[in-house]
């Protein structure tokens, strides 16, 4: 009879595979907006050599070229020592506190691979070139009537939302705890 695997690459194989999409994924659209606009394009016509960005759906999203050397929003900007060890502690954490974190459910293994695959990626970034590459830059339209002024929102890359769904999913998987967890404390009661 086989014996079945209880960890290693095979338990945690939809863990690795998001990791690994998320990461090539991101490192793969770095690379493509390097190869077509220059480093520094995010204004029209005032990038390196008059460049503008590149004008996908007018004045809502915009293919930019810049630089972050921040967390999200620039917050802790020229930090990048502390970044870079916020994000190993963080990997190292969740790789220690895989069954605390259910790492071996389906749904865990998915939210936390994007997480895990947004963390590298960003974290390669700062390793190869000091700060992240953001590239995806989205205009929010105002609201005149309501005197919402228009708003544009902080450009940034596949890792951020890789990062982000991932936390956005692990907080949604929170609120529905495993099938077998709920069948054993039911089975556990005294009637």
């Given at each position: 009879?086989?014996?079945?695997?209880?960890?290693?690459?095979?338990?945690?194989?939809?863990?690795?595979?998001?990791?690994?999409?998320?990461l090539?994924?991101?490192?793969?659209?770095?690379?493509?907006?390097?190869?077509?606009?220059?480093?520094?394009?995010?204004?029209?016509?005032?990038?390196?050599?008059?460049?503008?960005?590149?004008?996908?759906?007018?004045?809502?999203?915009?293919?930019?070229?810049?630089?972050?050397?921040?967390?999200?929003?620039?917050?802790?900007?020229?930090?990048?020592?502390?970044?870079?060890?916020?994000?190993?502690?963080?990997?190292?954490?969740?790789?220690?506190?895989r069954?605390?974190l259910?790492?071996?459910?389906?749904?865990?293994?998915?939210?936390?691979?994007?997480?895990?695959?947004?963390?590298?990626?960003?974290?390669?970034?700062?390793?190869?070139?000091?700060?992240?590459?953001?590239?995806?830059?989205?205009?929010?339209?105002?609201?005149?009537?309501?005197?919402?002024?228009?708003?544009?929102?902080?450009?940034?890359?596949?890792?951020?939302m890789?990062?982000?769904?991932?936390?956005?999913?692990?907080?949604?998987?929170?609120?529905?705890?495993?099938?077998?967890?709920?069948?054993?404390?039911?089975?556990?009661?005294?009637?």
């Open positions: 009879m086989p014996v079945r695997a209880s960890g290693g690459f095979r338990a945690y194989r939809l863990f690795w595979g998001m990791a690994l999409g998320v090539l994924l991101d490192q793969g659209t770095k690379l493509w907006i390097d190869a077509i606009l220059p480093f520094g394009t995010y204004f029209p016509s005032r990038g390196p050599g008059e460049v503008s960005p590149v004008v996908v759906i007018p004045d809502f999203f915009q293919l930019v070229h810049i630089g972050n050397q921040g967390a999200a929003w620039g917050i802790l900007s020229g930090y990048r020592i502390v970044l870079v060890l916020v994000a190993v502690v963080a990997l190292t954490a969740i790789y220690f506190y069954g605390a259910e790492l071996k459910r389906g749904p865990m293994q998915f939210s936390f691979g994007m997480i895990v695959g947004g963390i590298l990626g960003n974290l390669l970034d700062r390793m190869i070139y000091g700060h992240v590459v953001d590239f995806l830059d989205f205009h929010l339209p105002g609201i005149s009537a309501l005197g919402i002024e228009p708003y544009r929102w902080p450009a940034f890359n596949v890792a951020d890789g990062i982000t769904c991932g936390v956005g999913i692990y907080i949604v998987i929170c609120f529905f705890p495993a099938k077998k967890a709920e069948k054993d404390v039911n089975d556990g009661q005294v009637s």
